[in-house]
């Protein structure tokens, strides 16, 4: 097994990995972008010195296969020198690997290193390293692969700046009343932004989740039938970068009218569902839309009431049995 040369004068910082935004790297000059970086062994001592340019090329889809730091492969550090001391405020990358990067000083002295395991997004997307502090007087870096096979590493540049853009602000909100469980679904269209990981969600200006939110909806219990209220989602990324809030939706939510829906089949038996007028009006779309041929034959009732002893009771009416149905709708008090 190969052994990597370290030598640490200093304190050594570890970081913290986070998903890159395709924005930040729009207003961030890459410090390495279509650099060569070198091939080798080590970054103290290299053993050779071959090259590539292809993790620099700003192409997600070339990429360099370096070995596993564990094994006897003559490469498996990539590194780079800058003729000069940097600042540098983030890294980023896209590899199918966990990597390490470390970044030296003018003594080729270990001054900062970070272990970059992100398995849920290793080979999908870019991946940002935003430092706690900037980090000053950097003369280089060396990367290596930690994972226990060869892999392949598509993408690596540095900034002088941390990440503060923050993901797309939420658009589309829709609000829906659902009077069975006395509750108000508020959802919206997803941000855009790689580095997204939640949403806020917030009621007449006060943030309303404790954590955030990771899905594109939010439920609400607390609310009185016949208010209105105003309603606005934050995106929020993994660097803690919030974004402006989104368009005010205005909103009442109002008591939902129920109604005995009546169907009778074709051999003459009759169906009876006590729902609401929302879940009507789903019925009719439906039956609407198979008589125009479009959708399913079948319709689902899910039934919350004679359950017995079962968890749950959904009862099918096929749309080329009914003969007809009656909407009876009623107030509820």
Known sequence: MKRKFSFIFGFLII???????????????????????????????????????????????TFYEIGTHSSTSAIDTVFYTFSSGKSIGSISFKSDVPIEITLYNESKAQIATSFLTNPNNLGNEVNVVNFNTTINNVFGFAIINTGPVAGKIYEVDIYSTRDSVAPSIPVDLNAVVETETDSVTVSWQPSIGTDLVGYNFYVNGIKKNSSL??????????????????????????????????APLSFTPLLNNYAILTITLTNGLEKEYDISMTEVNKFINWYDSKDAGVGLAKYAFVKTWNKGPFKSRTEYVIFDKILTFEVSEYEVN
């Open 15 to 61: 970081l913290m990995a986070f998903t890159y935004s395709t924005v930040f790297a729009e207003v961030n000059p890459g410090l390495v972008n279509g650099a060569s970086l070198k091939l080798g062994s080590a970054y103290q001592v290299p053993t050779t010195t071959s090259s590539t340019s292809l993790l620099t090329d700003k192409d997600l889809n």
């Open 213 to 246: 939110i990771p899905v594109n909806h939010f439920v609400l219990n607390d609310f009185i039938y016949g208010n209105e209220y105003v309603y606005q989602v934050t995106s929020v990324d993994l660097n803690g970068n919030e974004s402006l809030k989104s």
